[in-house]
């Protein structure tokens, strides 16, 4: 069964009634699902459909709502970001279109409001729950699922532990041990991020290993971005060969699709954390750049990013500390093109310039990066960038 011929329907309606929203609505989503989630060009009959509808009218939930799937698809969330900013208000107690502006704001950058209408849409979900206690099911459970990971990324994203680590708990109660599938296990990557980036280092190096492949993967990561956090060379370095071994062994066809290239990725940004550790800068840039490929090669399909953030950043950190001010700064910006007001790589853009001699770019990257990241941004060293 194809969707085309309805989708073609719609649009000669549209075409007929070229006031009607509702119709405009409905002929935009019919043609965008034959799309599935494709990277599209810009000047779509979609996006000319939608745009039509907000300039009559700015609150049409609908047209917010698909306009963001939209933008996303054509890569420019900065397009939907004066609607989305509406669309919470207008639906507070619809959780997946107060969760929806999120989209738009993590693709410009805003990090912080990623995470609170996430926050806020897990909220109204459970006071839908408690009012209405309507039967389970995989589509909602799967939308509170994401909901709750796009939440963790985007605190993670601006280093906001209590955030990251408060939405982690609810995932592993609601997700993870025995009962969880493998979607959920993917998706619940982020609370290991959460862990070996933001717990006690004995907490961390606590728990127990899993059964699961995939998880087997996610507490070596943790464990050795937690041993990365005590300077620990070769404890990090352990851990990504164990790593190595995981990709190699009788395990390695339970990773999954999505796990097998998040294994990768694990492994050679902590083989690069334990080089960078050991002052072994040329072995830090081939183990980050081979890591930077694997990301670039993934497939994850996934919004946000299953891999919490750029490893480009990486790279540039390992030439900064090669002395290549020139060269970590190209790839610094090639980064934020495609990670923008990533604070980390902001900062680290504040020290190449400053060792260019660019007084005033440096002095307004790293204003940049004190205004959205969490914590005390200028005490993380460059090993763990």
Known sequence: FSNRPYAAFMERAAARFPDDDVIAVMAADARMVTWGDSRQREGTVPQRLLEGV?????????????????????????FAERYAERLGRIAPAASHLVHMPSHTFYGVGRYQDAAAVNVAAVAADAAYERRVRPPPTDYRSGLLAHNMHFAIESALARGDAATA?????????????????????????????????????????AVAAPGNALEKALRFYARGEALARQGNAAAVRAEAAALASLRTGTDAPGLGRAGTALAEIFQRVLEGRGAMLAGDFDAAERAYR??????????????????????????AAARLAQGDARGARAQLQASLRHWPNDPLALYALSLAERRLGRAAEADRALAQAHAIWAGEVTGMPLARI
């Open 290 to 315: 081979a890591g930077m490929a694997a990301q670039n090669a993934a497939d994850f399909g996934s919004d946000p990013p299953l891999y919490w953030y750029s490893v480009r950043r990486s790279l």
């Open 165 to 205: 680590t408060a939405v982690s708990a609810q995932y592993r109660e609601r997700y993870l041990g025995e009962h969880g599938d493998n979607r959920t296990r993917v998706l619940g990557s982020a609370t290991w991020y959460t862990l070996g980036l933001h717990r006690p280092v004995s907490e961390v190096l």
């Open 54 to 78: 907000l300039a009559r009218n700015p609150d049409h939930s609908g047209a917010i709502h698909f306009y963001i799937h939209l933008t996303d698809w054509i890569d420019r969330q900065d």
